[in-house]
């Protein structure tokens, strides 16, 4: 693809990584030293720190629900502002460098406008503009509609994907996402004060993780890698040194069965109490609320009682997408007697691949949170995953005791009883 | 062209009249009534208020000299967030609206960035968006290039060039263009208390004027407006009531021999000592200049003096423009003994279609000037236009006494001698 052979290295930058001057500069020096090291480099870079918000803002202030479309066309030039900055560093610094906008860039999406799926990538003149010894820096987040030639995002962290989408059409070696923080850990560090770096997490480790309250890498962009093979190398842009791996379970050395706890404190719960008990009530919840693209969590429904068999319905959403989900339901007419809402509640998460053949840690996990007086409102499961919806006050205690009952600590000893404390992942530092 | 019949107007805003949400609103709300007038609205905005200087400044933290794509890169933003945001308040407003930018309006340019140039107009998208009963907002200043599909810009105020050019591509009506300012005015407002607003002034009187300082309409979407035949109608976005017409000639009700003054104090004077005098030196300069994008207003060649034949050759720049020119002469090596340079320097002009036959009037400017003691420093002239470079600290002295010597006031009389004070057009206020 590179023409000469070399490596090509996607590298993407997150908001913080290119927030002021200081940081696009550095953020140039590592594009321009993996150059250097003699890859082809395509970097993708996320807006500026604030100016996201900033435009959200300017949206708010002419408009109570801004239109889709042209959300898009405003969010999109944050990524671009980026871009061309440090295009311009890079160009200081002696190296060729031209910025792409996504659509540019060739990535090609539907027309879910601020949600926008990639759905091809035409990578062309990113190739041509590599073949010229240039360094290509592209606007992260957006594409363009493949219909209606308009600009569109990819909804929150949608520049992971670009940089996956782009590594996958590139066949780069890897996929380099820098971040404010060195890696992937086995707790949120700001809550856990003995948190580790893992060096190695699978891609189905790292989706669950992704899912369930883990900022570091976003899930859309876990899952594309997972699809196409592309491996993932989450590190700090601010310090050296190796970060985490995500990489196909192969490659993985071991598989401990517990990796890591997650957590999430922006989830909102949803009730709807006196569903009418029919096939085909709960398809038409969940259907309208897909439509407009409101993610459902985890869904409960309780057995229908009485004499007119009415139910009860729970699910969780991401709270920035409750009034949405609010709002959709009610469009549907009278499929409920009430719609009860809790924006006070939070989910707690342990992943490992290992817990596919260990049946015993629902059980501890029940256990340890009950010890704790901390009440368990739902509960999901995956074969590698166990995530209790609780509290929102509570979710810092549940992390911190689950994390040290499993034994993901710095310092913990590796015991061998899978019922027992956590099989403890190698560890760098 | 709008397949109902019904006119096509180009409604074009400036940065002040985008600058906050009230201001977009307000904007929003012109281009709604147009549109619910019955004609198709075809509006092209500029950058909100400040965004262009932040985006500059952003781009000087990061590097003393940005690389020219990237700056069209990084500046095109600006105009997209203003009409991103301004179809989010025409739909409040409940009519349909969509945002192109420059590339997408089939804005084609050359590729010298950040002075682009115009050389095609594929409107194809809008006429589209206009058939399905859409207002079209279309980011000002950009463009694509031809050759290598880059965002371009069209250089300062060339916002306006995009309207103009819109308008003729589309053959609207008329282009209006929204400032802050209710028209064309005698003189500076303020600098002259009791200048007048202009009904008309043809494309000749516009061009002079743009040219020597009315910062009102940018001089290249007057020359676009005269080569096409666009009707402008320049107004304010502030207040209701009419502004003033730029028109052909024969549109024009009379001919005053002395329309306006105008001024400009941000000039620079280059002063190349011991030129050689050889052929082709000052077309070396020159060409140098051009290439360089540096547009060279009053010139001044001394008789070559002495045994060696050395000349100095003078002339004026625009005062940011002034390193650029002064590293282009440096590049050319030894054509002259020294570079001198002063910006301290302003203009003042007057224009007037009758002026033509008028050969008194450049007696009368040089008379008045000298009586108040104003040296002048270098002169240009057309058949409609007397410039005259003067220090920098006597401009606003030099507009009051002209305009008050062609007799331009409001309630001024209207004399017939033509070398006498000037005949003054009829004036609505």
Do not use: W
Request: hydrophobic share 40%.
């Amino acid at each position: 693809m590179s023409g000469d052979g070399s490596d090509i290295v996607v590298m993407k930058f997150g908001g913080t990584s290119v927030a002021g001057a200081e940081q696009i500069k550095r953020a140039a020096a590592r594009i321009v030293a993996a150059r250097e090291a003699g890859n082809r480099v395509v970097a993708v870079l996320s807006a500026r720190g604030k100016t996201t918000d900033q435009l959200v803002e300017q949206a708010h202030e002419i408009s109570d629900r801004p239109v889709a479309r042209e959300m898009d066309m405003l969010l999109s030039t944050g990524e671009r502002i980026s871009c061309a900055l440090a295009a311009m560093a890079i160009h200081d610094m002696g190296h060729e460098a031209i910025s792409l906008t996504g659509s540019q860039a060739g990535i090609v999406t539907d027309s879910s406008h601020t949600k926008a799926r990639i759905i091809d990538v035409r990578a062309d003149r990113i190739s041509e503009a590599l073949q010229q010894d240039r360094i290509v820096l592209v606007a992260g987040f957006q594409g363009v509609s493949t219909d209606s030639r308009d600009v569109t995002t990819l909804g929150r962290g949608g520049s992971d994907t670009t940089a996956v989408a782009l590594a996958a059409a590139l066949r780069a070696s890897v996929c380099e996402i820098y971040t404010d923080v060195s890696g992937v850990y086995s707790a949120d560090p700001r809550i856990v004060a003995d948190a580790h770096k893992l060096d190695r997490v699978s891609f189905e480790e790292m989706l669950e993780m992704s899912a369930s309250g883990a900022g570091v890498l976003q899930l859309r962009s876990v899952e594309y890698a997972r699809n196409h093979g592309v491996r993932i190398h989450c590190r700090s842009s601010f310090e050296d040194g190796p970060g985490t791996l995500v990489v196909s379970e192969e490659e993985t050395m071991e598989n401990p069965f517990v990796t890591a706890v997650t957590h999430s404190d922006s989830e909102a719960r949803v009730t709807l109490t006196g569903l009418r008990d029919e096939p085909g009530v709960a398809g038409r919840v969940f259907g309208a609320l897909a439509d407009a693209n409101v993610n459902v969590d985890v869904i409960i429904q309780n057995e229908p009682v009485g004499d007119d068999k009415l139910a009860d319905l729970s699910f969780t959403v991401d709270r920035a997408d409750l009034t949405t989900a609010k709002d959709t339901i009610a469009a549907l007419g009278d499929v409920s007697l009430e719609v009860l809402t809790d924006e006070q509640i939070g989910k707690v998460s342990i992943v490992g691949a290992g817990m596919r053949s260990h049946p015993g840690v629902a059980a501890k996990v029940f256990q340890v949170l009950g010890e704790e007086r901390i009440n368990i409102e739902m509960i999901s499961t995956s074969p590698i995953k166990i995530s209790c919806v609780i509290a929102a006050d509570r979710v810092s205690d549940a992390v911190n005791i689950l994390h040290k009952a499993f034994d993901l600590g710095e310092d913990a000893i590796q015991p061998e009883d899978p019922t027992g404390p956590g099989h403890r992942p190698t560890v760098a530092g």
